[in-house]
């Protein structure tokens, strides 16, 4: 189980990982309840929310690109990743977990996305 505490790390390292830090990151810190209170308040109406997730392989593709790839906006690539948290046997093994997969073209990712529709009521 040491690569999965590996990608447990990069993965905390690129995301919040406690309470304070989804909080205070605006990637996390609010639900698509909030978005919709934000519109109402805003004066939409007929406000409509789709949500959609799709689990699916990524593309293949070289482990030297996948590795300066960052996820969102704001995160740091598994190469910075690994030259300021992990130490060179620990790129050796997350390296040995991961890399065929993602040459293949085999490694899974999740995307979620919100669609939010709405009309913005007449000003009286």
Known sequence: MPYLTLLQRSRALQLPSTLEGI???PYTNYTER???QIFRKAGFV???MEFHMDVKAGPPMPWSTFIDIAPRPGTP????IFGQHFSTS??????KGMRNAVE??????E???FYLTA???AAT
Do not use: P, Q
Not at 77 to 80: D, G, P, Q, S, T
């Open 104 to 109: 293949e073209g085999t490694l899974t990712h």
């Open 23 to 25: 909080r205070s990151n």
């Open 46 to 48: 007929k406000i409509h």
């Open 77 to 80: 690539a598994l190469r910075e």
């Open 90 to 95: 620990d790129i050796l093994l997350f390296e």
């Open 34 to 36: 909030d978005l919709v």
């Open 119 to 121: 009309e913005k009521r």
């Open 111 to 113: 995307t979620r996305d």
